[in-house]
Each structure stands twice: as C-alpha cells, then as structure tokens.
C-alpha cells in the first residue's frame, strides 16, 4: 500500500510523537506512522490525505482553507528543493532511513521549515527536533538486501 500525505505533512512525520487534534486523530497518524516505519512509500496529494481523514467530518475543517493549501505550497518548494525534486501531486518518496535522516537534519536547521510559520504545532515541533528526536514515531528500519 501507499501513504497519501499533502506536502506539509512531509515536514509534520519528522516529529509526530503521538499528540494530536482528538484521540481519532492521534490513534490514525499512530497507524500511518506505523505504515510509514513499516516501508510504505509515499505518494503526494494535493487537499485532504491520510493524515486529514479523521478531520472531514468537522462542520468547518481546516484541511480545506487556504492557509493550509499555503503550507503545503511552502513545504513542497522546500522538500523539493531539498531532495532536488517537484514535489506535485502523483510524486512518490520512499521515506528510505538516509532520506528521512536528511530531512530531519534539514529541518533541525530550519532549512524546511517556512511552512511552519503560524502553525500552532510549530513550538512543539521544534521542541522535538532540537531534542534529538526523541520519542517520534515514524522510524524507518534499514533494509536488508539479500
């Protein structure tokens, strides 16, 4: 299978560490993130993905507004740049443990992070990324190739 992730959510799986909007929230990125640990690649989407799934059925939810649609413009020229790639709909990352390294480290030095700006997570974010990372949830294995 594929994780479908907008392009901010790219920044967001570097420091999930199980907090969340609800408990529905937490307990599906707790999935995903173990998708994504599991080596489930990644596909971009443009609007609502995998992470927003529990948050549609709001009466007014944010995945839609345009300061979100913003973000992910942010975070797609950023990633992009970054992995010397156009992060656009249809792209597909496989998060491998030298790239989800990388971009970790990226983010550490705020080299990804303008699509952070105004986000309400942004402190917590930052907490766990000048921690080391610890207790985040989406860890990737190395492959064994026989």
């Given at each position: 299978?594929?994780?479908?992730?907008?392009p901010h959510h790219l920044l967001c799986l570097l420091t999930y560490v199980g907090k969340g909007y609800t408990p529905a929230f937490v307990s599906n990125y707790d999935c995903i993130a173990g998708r994504l640990s599991d080596g489930?690649?990644?596909?971009?989407?443009?609007?609502?993905?995998?992470?927003?799934?529990?948050?549609?059925?709001?009466?007014?939810?944010?995945?839609?507004?345009?300061?979100v649609r913003e973000r992910d413009a942010q975070a797609a020229y950023?990633?992009?740049?970054?992995?010397?790639l156009k992060i656009l709909?249809?792209?597909?990352?496989?998060?491998h443990p030298a790239l989800l390294a990388r971009m970790r480290k990226a983010f550490a030095e705020g080299v990804t992070r303008k699509a952070c700006l105004g986000c309400e997570w942004s402190d917590l974010c930052s907490g766990i990324a000048a921690g080391g990372?610890?207790?985040?949830?989406?860890?990737?294995?190395?492959?064994v190739c026989l």
């Open positions: 299978m594929t994780v479908r992730l907008r489930e690649d990644i596909v971009v989407v443009d609007g609502p993905d995998d992470v927003c799934a529990t948050l549609l059925c709001e009466p007014d939810p944010h995945c839609f507004r345009d300061s950023d990633v992009g740049d970054l992995l010397g709909a249809g792209a597909r990352i496989e998060l990372y610890g207790g985040v949830r989406v860890r990737t294995a190395s492959k």
